[in-house]
């Protein structure tokens, strides 16, 4: 089992996420729920495709954090 990274944006009118290992890998949805939904899918059809064309599956490589910091008026 692999655990990658993925980033899910607020867009104007729905939500957007991408897989940083995965170049390409995209899905978009009107909540949260079904952007990560999709976005499960995509990655399932993504290696799939790799795998089939007999490409390597890319490791997953990418941190994800997050930093605080006081932001002033």
């Not at 607020?10 to 949805?29: E, F, H, I, R």
């Not at 795998?51 to 599956?57: M, T, V």
Request: aromatic share 6%; net charge negative.
């Amino acid at each position: 089992m692999k655990r990658y990274a993925i980033v899910i944006e607020k867009a104007t009118s729905n939500y957007a996420a991408y897989v940083p290992d995965l170049p390409g890998c995209v899905a978009t949805g009107a909540t949260v729920a079904e952007t990560e939904r999709l976005l499960l899918e995509a990655i399932a059809l993504h290696i799939d495709g790799l795998h089939a064309d007999g490409l390597p599956i890319p490791e997953p490589s990418s941190v994800v954090e997050y930093l605080e910091l006081e932001v002033g008026t």
